[in-house]
């Protein structure tokens, strides 16, 4: 019988969801940006903000790719054990 691998699974579960809480900060973010013309929040010197913008647009395209792999059965199959 085939045995689910609990760990990994619930490791990647808890990657993912911290991808998408760093999604969904990355929409706030630039919608502050947008709206207050490159100051966001507290923060008083525009290059903060850009390399932070930067940052969070890499987190969330990564995000989307290991979301998308994770579909694919040779990806599901790793979480599998024989």
């Known amino acids: 019988m085939r045995k689910i691998k609990v760990g990994?699974?619930?490791?990647?579960l808890m990657g993912f969801t911290i991808g998408g809480v760093a999604s969904i900060w990355m929409i706030i973010k630039t919608y502050a940006f947008l709206k207050h013309g490159?100051?966001?929040f507290y923060e008083l010197n525009p290059v903060i903000s850009?390399?932070?913008?930067?940052?969070?647009t890499f987190g969330t395209s990564y995000?989307?790719?290991?979301l998308a792999k994770l579909l694919t059965k040779k990806e599901i199959e790793k979480y599998i054990e024989d």
């Open 63 to 66: 995000f989307g790719y290991r």
């Open 38 to 40: 490159g100051i966001i």
């Open 8 to 12: 990994k699974l619930i490791a990647d």
């Open 50 to 56: 850009v390399i932070e913008f930067i940052s969070a």
